[in-house]
């Protein structure tokens, strides 16, 4: 048995013992293993039937892009379901959760987190700095976003033990990968064998209005093939579209200037049709080439000492979920797989 190792019933539905074990080993809180293992309880018979799921899909270019080529593919929007697709909260944490387990090996999960609090036009107001990336948690909108990502980055875990590729997707500015959680993420995958990669791209040489410098981080070894050469007929072209996507500047009644987007702004966020196509095409390409699932290789995780989990992940809320796992046990909905005071500590 491993440092710290719970005592587990049984190991969690859809997940075989090493996985579980690895997940503990490596900081994974043990409220969501219970929420997996209820996920399973109230879905059971679930297949790995899943492609790629499209998180934070906005229009669903990448959704879209599979469904063309018949793949199996979901979405995860709140905007389309703001009850089932709402990552903050436990219904939404949930079906997240439901389709992560139904992702096959080597499959995609890829998110573009919203990133309105932690982008250089935002950061009078959200407080995010270098020094202070979590920001003013005062101001609700900042605090949802620290929650959101940390919930984001659990899943991210979750798909790494499965064996599903990963892509996070945010602007150059953005800050978010400078949360605790991220770096942590990364030392984690470290521990396992599992390859992060940067990519920087400019979203313009795949159609949008504007040239949108983009960072891609996650464990999807295909993604470093996105990065295009931008001809001069792209420049040409974002150098007339970008015009109509205008910074505003705006005095304040104490005398600041505050910045913020034109009316385009919002629409040159989505990701271009031709970006989820090439998604599929590198990722199907790959796939072809590479028939076996990424390994994840843990022989001496049971020698080291367990990784601590950053700030106790306190900024996902997992209050939440223990509330709601103890009411589920109490209508007899949920049979745990852990003691009931691991859900009470």
């Not at 934070?56 to 009850?83: D, H, M």
């Not at 009316?263 to 790959?286: D, E, M, T, V």
């Amino acid at each position: 048995m491993m440092v710290g190792e719970p005592s587990w019933t049984r190991s969690p539905i859809a997940l075989t013992k090493k996985q579980a074990k690895i997940l503990v080993w490596i900081g994974f809180p043990l409220a969501m293993m219970h929420l997996i293992d209820y996920c399973c309880q109230i879905s059971p018979n679930q297949s790995r039937d899943l492609d790629v799921i499209d998180f934070f899909s906005g229009q669903g270019s990448v959704y879209r892009a599979y469904s063309e080529q018949e793949l199996a593919a979901k979405y995860f929007e709140i905007e389309q379901n703001p009850l089932k697709h709402d990552l903050n909260s436990v219904p939404g944490l949930c079906q997240a959760i439901l389709y992560t387990l139904r992702a096959k090996p080597n499959s995609l999960a890829l998110g573009g987190p919203p990133c309105g609090s932690f982008v250089w036009i935002n950061l009078s107001t959200s407080g995010r700095s270098r020094d202070d990336p979590f920001g003013n948690c005062d101001r609700q909108y900042v605090a949802s976003a620290n929650k959101l990502t940390a919930r984001w980055t659990l899943l991210l875990l979750l798909c790494a033990i499965r064996s599903v590729f990963t892509l996070t997707e945010q602007p150059s500015s953005s800050m978010m990968f400078l949360l605790p959680y991220f770096k942590f993420l990364v030392k984690a995958l470290k521990r396992i064998n599992i390859l992060w990669h940067r990519i920087f791209l400019h979203m313009g040489s795949y159609g949008s209005m504007t040239m949108k410098p983009t960072k891609l981080w996650g464990t999807a070894p295909f993604a470093v093939k996105m990065r295009r050469k931008i001809s001069k007929a792209t420049r040409r072209r974002v150098a007339r579209t970008s015009k109509k996507v205008q910074m505003v500047k705006k005095s304040t009644k104490n005398g600041r200037t505050s910045v913020s987007g034109g009316n385009y702004l919002k629409k040159s966020a989505a990701y271009p049709r031709r970006f989820g196509r090439a998604i599929c095409y590198r990722h199907q390409s790959y796939i072809q080439e590479h028939q076996h699932p990424q390994a994840i290789v843990g022989a001496t995780f049971d020698k080291e000492r367990p990784l601590k989990a950053p700030l106790g992940w306190q900024h996902a809320d997992l209050e939440s979920v223990k509330k709601f796992l103890l009411a589920e046990i109490a209508n007899g909905t949920y049979k745990p797989i852990l003691p009931l005071e691991s859900l009470q500590e």
